[in-house]
């Protein structure tokens, strides 16, 4: 059976065996798209779930932060345009004045986005009005960040001064991906430190299921001391369910912990088990990777990204749903050879001092990480030149924990065959190659599901 493949930029055709079994991404939902956008936020400002209206609790005088997702969040909806005005409205409403309001980016330790950048998102208007008070959150500025304590495990809770001293925080949560994204990660990663973020962010905890979720579970004991220290009432959350990448289905409003027990009661309603997909695991686990990671926007992959992060992690969700121990991934891209070292600073020593030492994630993490994080050239550039945070580009190695379910991963139609072999994978010309070579592993009868992976392209 020939099948077309995604293959970085553009899709390329392979002959696969006629058995193949064909698996969709999940990327989009069964959920119908909502009709008028603004309307929706505004039903969700105005009618929240467990909160009286946003106009409601505020008041002439109150500071108020605004905070959002940044750019790297992979919806590619008008959210942002869209539902800021609507709560910029609901703000005046209720008697807060522009000059009391701080719109803040939400970057955690992906890079800082220019205003022209931001006004991608937000719409010029918006960037134009509140120039002097948008900001980006720097999880490195001794001045801007207060510890409010920590949590039974000792997890320290450090978050953006801002949150801290305005009246109320209105977060915009504008996408909410399996059980990953959304609930307290919003303030709680996307406004913390570093050592905030380490107790969670780690190969094993970080987890994109919608039960019995590791990161979630301190994540909302760090939101508890969040509420202990500033009240229940200071944060007013937002949080969007996407009907695929391109549109909305559903925008909740309210208490963190409301918004997000009904996003996921709703996302289980239509997201099956990845293991379910299957009636039995399956030898081989065959995809195409787009040229696209949610850390190129504005800029553009590097082997890092695109053969680790996006190639097994966000992409790689399928190996342990579908594959049996020991299974062959194969995975079709391009792979160019080409860094960013402007906005992905530490990515290029990672690759060439980090990866020859180790390709396991958790001695990685151990032996280079904090090194990374005490890095002064880096954390400058994290600071002033809008590059990520050093310890990202360590982060982005945590995919490789695949490797201990996969038996091997083979890489289709790399430019450059030495780049997935230095990443410690295995290169073939084409996909048809590949499937030869684990063929040879796993017998003439071996099952190979396809998973079909849309295109994509990067914020730009």
Sequence with gaps: MREELVFGDGWITAELPDDTISVGSGVSLP?????????????????????????????????VTLAFDDPTVPCYAPAWAE??????????????????????????????FTHHELGGLLGEEVVRRFARRLVCH????????????????GHPVEVNRLVTESDLTVYLNCSTTRGFSGGWKSVCVGLATYRSIRAHHDPDTMSMSLDSNRMHEILDRMGAVVEDQLGT?????????????????????????ATRDDVLDLLR????????????????????VPDWSPYAAYSFTNPILSLISTGLGYLGGMIEALGKPGCTVIMATPC??????????????VWERVLPETRDPYEARERFEPELAAREDYVRRYRTGFGFHPVHAIMALYPLKRLRHAGRIVVAGAEDPGIPRHAGFEAAPTVEDALDAAR???????????VRYPPAVNRA
């Design 83 to 112: 539902a800021v005005p609507v709560i910029l409205d609901a703000l005046t409403r209720g008697g807060v004045r522009d000059e009391d309001v701080t719109l803040l980016c939400a970057n955690a330790l992906h890079r800082k």
């Design 269 to 288: 309603a239509h997201q099956p088990p990845r293991r379910d997909l299957v009636d039995e695991p399956v030898d081989v686990v065959l995809y195409g």
């Design 31 to 63: 959920l119908e798209p909502v009709e008028d956008l603004a309307d929706a936020y505004r039903e969700a400002v105005d009618r929240p779930l467990d909160r009286p209206p946003l106009a409601d609790q505020v008041w002439p005088g109150a500071t």
């Design 336 to 349: 160019p050879d080409r860094w960013d070292d402007a906005r992905h600073p530490s990515y290029r020593e």
């Design 233 to 257: 009432e200071r944060i007013f959350k937002l949080e969007t369910v996407l009907a695929n990448p391109l549109q909305v289905h559903r925008v909740l409003g309210g208490s963190v912990r």
């Design 440 to 450: 040879e592993i796993h017998g003439s009868g071996m099952r190979v599901a396809l």
């Design 138 to 153: 720097d999880a490195e500025d001794p001045e801007g960040i207060v510890h409010l304590g920590s949590t039974v495990e």
